[in-house]
Each structure stands twice: as structure tokens, then as C-alpha cells.
């Protein structure tokens, strides 16, 4: 039987007060979809209100384009899936084998505090299942708790968007939470490359990617982890 993955995404889609559009990054959903199904993988997605997930406009542009980008603007399947996800408070966590949380401004409105959303993280930590995040999405770890009480990423190695490249998006005082403050706030042991190189962080089941180059590398390393 094939391994159950299930990606989690935002359904906001206003970026702060700047009258702008945001969502999800599309390098992040596709990149991490198409490795897992290439994978053999079945893959479930969710998001926080079900329905269509709200893609950030600046990711569908062509200086963001790649491999997977171009691949799924051609999959009437993927596009499908996207369009009809199901609703965070409907997930069964028992039901999938790991997790993985594509990135894009959206979460740090919808999915930082999202009750559901910490629930899923805590049960599949709980059962020793992967769990993975990349770019502004390791915000969605910022008031899990681990077994113990205390955070669950304290002490861990993690990485996600840094001050320093949200920064260079001239967007520190549009959002409502700076990625890299947060995480080490909770205790997190951040570390990070350069701005918009690949970075991937690797801490018992926990894989976080520094931004959207890193989406790849982190489906990757979730795989490798599933394959244990």
C-alpha cells in the first residue's frame, strides 16, 4: 500500500492591508506534490477553509517558473486537486503517513495559530510521523507543543524565511509574524544560507526548508524519511 502524504495549505489570500493578492507559492505546492507522487505516493490536500487554494500571483509569473510550475500548469489533475481541497478541521491525522506544509504569505495569516492545524501537528509528532514545512510555512509550528509541554521545536534544528529575505521582499512590516523571530523564540535552533539559496533543516522527523528553492530538497528529505 502506497504511503499517504497530506499537503496542508492557506486559504488567505490578502496580503495585509497593501491591497495586494497573496496565497500560496506555487514552486512550494508543485515542487514537494510532484516529488511525492513521483514517488508513488497518494496525495491528499487540504487547506485552512477547503475549496481553492489562492495562488500568490508573483509566484505564477515567468521568473518564477520551473520544472514542476510548468508541469502543473499543463495537469488538469493537479489543477483539479487544488481547486477542491478538503477542509483543515475534516483532516483525520490517522488516516496519513506525513505531512507537509507549502509555503507563501498565507500561512502567517490562517495558519499560525490555527487551532486545527496544531492538533494535526501534535498527533502526528505523537505517532512518530514526518512532519514537514518550507519557507514562511514553519510558522505553523510556532505554539506546538511536543509530549513534554514545552515547544516542539525547541532544540531542534529548523529554518524557514529569514528577516533577512523578507526584508530584501520589502514586506517586514506588512506581515504579521517575521518567520525567523518566531522560530527562535520557541527555542528553535535556526540556521540559514544565503538569501534565496537552497537550505534544509533536519531534526528527528521535523524537515524545514528555508524558501522556495528548498522545496525540492525538502520533499526529498521527507522522503527519505518515510522510506525508514
Not at 55 to 67: E, Q, R, V, Y
Not at 198 to 223: F, M, R, W, Y
Request: glycine share 8%.
Amino acid at each position: 500500500m502506497s504511503k499517504r502524504i497530506l499537503m496542508v495549505m492557506t486559504s488567505h489570500e490578502v496580503l495585509g492591508d497593501t491591497g495586494n493578492k497573496t496565497g500560496a507559492w506555487l514552486e512550494e505546492f508543485a515542487a514537494p506534490y510532484y516529488a511525492f507522487v513521483d514517488a508513488g505516493y497518494t496525495v491528499t490536500l487540504a487547506s485552512t477553509m477547503g475549496g481553492q487554494v489562492p495562488l500568490d500571483p508573483n509566484s505564477l509569473g515567468d521568473d518564477a517558473m520551473t520544472d514542476a510550475t510548468r508541469r502543473y500548469a499543463d495537469d488538469e489533475q493537479a489543477r483539479s486537486a487544488l481547486a477542491s481541497t478538503i477542509p483543515l478541521e475534516d483532516v483525520i491525522a490517522d488516516e496519513f503517513d506525513a505531512v507537509f506544509y507549502p509555503g507563501g504569505h498565507g500561512p502567517l495569516w490562517d495558519l499560525s495559530d490555527n487551532a486545527h492545524s496544531i492538533a494535526l501537528i501534535e498527533a502526528m509528532a505523537k505517532a512518530d510521523k514526518p512532519i514537514g514545512a518550507v519557507c514562511h510555512a514553519p510558522i505553523v509550528l510556532k505554539e506546538v507543543k511536543g509530549p513534554d509541554g514545552n515547544a516542539f521545536i525547541k532544540d531542534k534544528d529548523v529554518t524557514g524565511f529569514t528577516n533577512a529575505e523578507e526584508e530584501a521582499m520589502e514586506l517586514t512590516q506588512v506581515v504579521p509574524y517575521l518567520v525567523e523571530d518566531e522560530l527562535v523564540k520557541q527555542g528553535g535552533k535556526f540556521s540559514k544560507a544565503d538569501n534565496f539559496e537552497p537550505h534544509v533543516c533536519e531534526s528527528d522527523l521535523l524537515v524545514t526548508g528555508q524558501n522556495p528553492a528548498s522545496s525540492k530538497p525538502a520533499a526529498e528529505a521527507l522522503i527519505a524519511r518515510l522510506g525508514k
